[in-house]
């Protein structure tokens, strides 16, 4: 008994023909030649799956063409890939901070290679004057999402409840949980889980580095309702202050700290910030603010407020002191991981 061909192999199977035909194909040649309109029993059933496939190449923004043939009394059709091609690309230094960012998060997964790739293809379309190694800083501070995110995004896509195993922070006992996922989401350098958990019939946030072993699918697909407005700084704890940073930021550098932030309405500051490109930016609360700003060194300097500039030298001159191998009071980072399973 032969297999049948699924529509989206098919589809596929017919922009490959089209690309490929140089004159394009008629409907004939197309049925005989691409493989999946074989299946068709009759030519009624051929036209209407014809018919259907256009349609839905057309809904796709292919560019599908038609031309008479005279020879043969009949329409070829073909893809005018010229009109399907991108126009010149060019990205402001604030865009390429964004995209290097979300590229930099995957650097220890699979699509790791190809996003290095894809933001060094990137770079070369955009501000020359952009600095490389800034561009990530922030992304550099995430630690890999590890075996458990590829389950954990399947069973959000499907509303499916999941079980684990998970190491609590507090007393290192390890425990089956069974949740119902809504989110994921990366906060001060990890990667953590919101969710239902239908043991203690609360939300709960779980840090994925504390997942022992695999994540298991538990019952039927579209078992749950994701809530609209899932608080991920609230489940986790870090919901603080806001606070508004007067920042004044060296040209070319700290593109992605440039994104989040907009540029400042002030016409006076002082002496240090001379050369310096003036912006304003909401931050979440201090100490996050601060851990942010400080990972751009000196192509940042905090203008205001005092707290978040004290807190930012704080951060620098600690840095500083584990780098010449100075120890003692104030020398190391403070530890701030959140636990909230």
Not at 2 to 8: E, G, K, V
Not at 74 to 96: E, G, K, N
Request: glycine share 10%.
């Amino acid at each position: 008994m032969s297999t049948r061909t699924r529509a989206d192999e098919r589809l596929l199977n017919l922009v490959i023909a089209l690309v490929n035909s140089g004159h394009g194909l008629t409907r004939a040649q197309i049925r005989a030649g691409v493989e999946g309109y074989g299946d068709a029993a009759s030519d009624g059933a051929f036209e209407k799956l014809f018919e259907r496939d256009k349609a839905t190449l057309r809904e796709l923004g292919f560019p599908l063409g038609t031309t008479d043939d005279t020879y043969q009394d009949s329409i070829r059709y073909w893809l005018d890939m010229q009109s399907y091609d991108m126009p010149p690309l060019h990205l402001t230094a604030s865009q390429l901070g964004v995209l290097s960012v979300a590229a930099q998060l995957w650097r220890d997964g699979a699509l790791g290679s190809e996003s290095r790739r894809a933001v060094t293809k990137l770079r070369a379309l955009g501000d020359p004057d952009v600095d490389a190694q800034g561009l990530g800083a922030l992304a550099l501070r995430v630690g890999a999402a590890g075996d458990a995110y590829g389950p954990l995004v399947d069973a959000i896509d499907t509303r499916t409840a999941v079980t684990f195993r998970y190491r609590a922070a507090s007393t290192g006992q390890v425990a089956h949980r069974t949740v119902e996922p809504w989110r994921l989401a990366v906060r001060r350098g990890g990667w953590y889980l919101l969710a239902h958990d239908r043991d203690r019939d609360a939300a709960r946030a779980f840090r994925l580095s504390r997942i022992d072993g695999t994540v298991n699918v538990v019952g039927e697909a579209a078992a749950f309702t994701i809530p609209e407005d899932v608080d991920v700084d609230g489940m986790l704890g870090l919901r603080g202050a806001q606070v508004e940073a007067f920042l004044a930021i060296t040209p070319g550098r700290a593109a992605a700290l440039r994104a989040q932030g907009r540029p400042s309405e002030a016409t006076e500051a002082c002496g240090c910030a001379e050369g310096r490109d003036l912006v304003d930016l909401t931050l979440d609360d201090l100490e996050q603010g601060a851990r942010l700003v400080a990972a751009y060194g000196d192509a940042v300097v905090v203008l205001e407020p005092d707290e978040l500039r004290a807190a930012v030298e704080r951060r620098l001159r600690a840095a500083a002191a584990i780098r010449l191998g100075v120890t003692g009071p104030g020398a190391a980072l403070p530890d701030e991981e959140a636990d909230r399973g």
